[in-house]
């Protein structure tokens, strides 16, 4: 066990966590967009939603394994999918949330569809959106430590090393990096949720 | 499907380990929660502490907790019991403190004015106006700890999460499955079932 091993593991972890992340950004947004703006697509959106964000995380790894093998791609699709849930449904929540008047009073200014969207929705919507981010962001780096189970690597596999061969520096070194990066990302993305709703 | 099939009277055993694991689990979380949770709705200054501390254990990822109970407790059904209740803590605290101080102070002071004791208060007027709220913290909580149970296969304490870890060591997919998707049916189950008592609490409270 040496500093460039560990770095190399946690470099591997939080590239995991983050890319199924940003997918699942990418995927849920436009989805909880979609339902909110939709009035037919909000019931089976928010059903199939609700069903993923259920779903146990050891579970949807699993699930991903006869599509993608072993390894990293059926993690990143697995976390993906964990990551869309919350999103899309803070993304619908905040878009549904926008106030009425403030849409009339930008199509009443001569505002096209992308403008308001661009200059009135997203931004009335962008605070209880982010919320969202903040909560796929705290389960994402909880299931990518399972990621280690399906051979995507990552600090999980300090962790699993350390309990199986008996090693109490791999699991503490494992246990202790894991707890420091998902600590420091619920801080950092609580204090900036903080500034945007002190900015509103 | 067709090893699930094959396996199912072992798989229902599985099962009920899990819902034991998830059970004894919950009910320890209760014990705690319950109080913390109405005294933090009382006193609202104790608040951020009380979640803070319980948002801690909440974000470090389950396994790493898991990792350290093991170490010290030993495998088995008790270490990820103690895991499961230390993980239900926050989503617990945080609804039942949310549901306790959402009941109408109206309401308390038409019972304290009708001559209510502090306990029957309690347990007529502010337990029955909280309960959809409460049953939606369970939901939460039951679902998060079945997810987190499937993690006691690895560390001996059986459950569905057995089935998927001999599977993953032997690559046997089939196997895994077999124990993952009851995982999935049992927590969407566990997620129809409270929300059919929330909406039978609205509708009574309402």
């Keep these: 066990?040496?500093?460039?091993?560990?770095?190399?593991?946690?470099?591997?972890?939080?590239?995991?966590?983050?890319?199924?992340?940003?997918?699942?950004?990418?995927?849920?947004?436009?989805?909880?967009?979609?339902?909110?703006?939709?009035?037919?697509?909000?019931?089976?959106?928010?059903?199939?939603?609700?069903?993923?964000?259920v779903v146990p995380s050891l579970a949807m790894l699993t699930f991903m394994v006869p599509l993608f093998g072993l390894g990293f791609r059926p993690a990143l699709a697995a976390l993906a999918l964990l990551a869309i849930p919350p999103i899309a449904i803070n993304a619908d929540l905040a878009f549904r949330g926008v106030p009425a008047a403030a849409l009339d009073a930008a199509a009443g200014m001569g505002m096209t569809r992308t403008q308001r969207f661009a200059r009135v929705e997203w931004p009335l919507a962008f605070p209880l959106l982010f919320t969202g981010v903040r909560t796929a962001a705290t389960e994402v780096i909880a299931s990518a430590v399972l990621a280690a189970f399906i051979g995507a690597g990552g600090l999980g596999e300090y962790v699993t090393t350390g309990l199986q061969a008996d090693q109490p520096k791999w699991l503490w070194t494992g246990v202790a990096a894991i707890a420091v990066i998902a600590l420091a990302v619920e801080f950092a993305l609580a204090f900036t949720q903080r500034r945007l709703e002190k900015g509103r | 499907m067709s090893y699930l099939m094959k396996h199912l009277p072992h798989i229902g055993g599985l099962t009920l380990q899990h819902l034991a694991l998830v059970g004894t689990g919950l009910a320890i979380?209760?014990?705690?929660?319950?109080?913390?949770?109405?005294?933090?709705?009382?006193?609202?200054?104790?608040g951020p502490p009380v979640f803070g501390l319980a948002g801690v254990v909440y974000t470090i990822p389950s396994l790493a907790l898991l990792a350290v109970a093991v170490k010290y407790l030993g495998l088995g059904f008790w270490p990820v019991v103690l895991v499961l209740a230390a993980y239900a803590q926050f989503i617990l605290i945080r609804n039942i403190a949310a549901a306790i101080a959402g009941v109408p102070a109206a309401q308390i002071d038409a019972a304290k004015g009708l001559g209510l004791s502090g306990w029957q208060r309690f347990t007529r007027v502010e337990i029955p106006l909280a309960a959809p709220a409460l049953l939606g913290a369970l939901r939460l909580t039951t679902i998060a700890l079945i997810a987190i149970a499937t993690l006691g296969g690895y560390v001996g304490a059986g459950g569905l999460g057995s089935e998927i870890f001999f599977g993953l060591q032997r690559q046997y997919i089939e196997e895994t499955l077999a124990g993952s998707i009851p995982a999935a049916v049992l927590a969407i189950l566990a997620d129809a079932f409270f929300r059919t008592l929330e909406r039978a609490a609205l509708r009574k409270s309402g």
């Design chain 1, 1 to 53: 066990m040496t500093w460039d091993d560990l770095l190399l593991h946690a470099r591997a972890y939080v590239a995991l966590a983050s890319a199924a992340l940003a997918l699942g950004m990418l995927a849920g947004i436009p989805l909880g967009a979609a339902s909110s703006h939709v009035r037919a697509l909000r019931t089976p959106v928010l059903t199939l939603v609700n069903i993923g964000r």
């Design chain 2, 29 to 46: 979380a209760l014990l705690i929660a319950v109080p913390l949770g109405v005294f933090t709705a009382r006193t609202p200054r104790y």
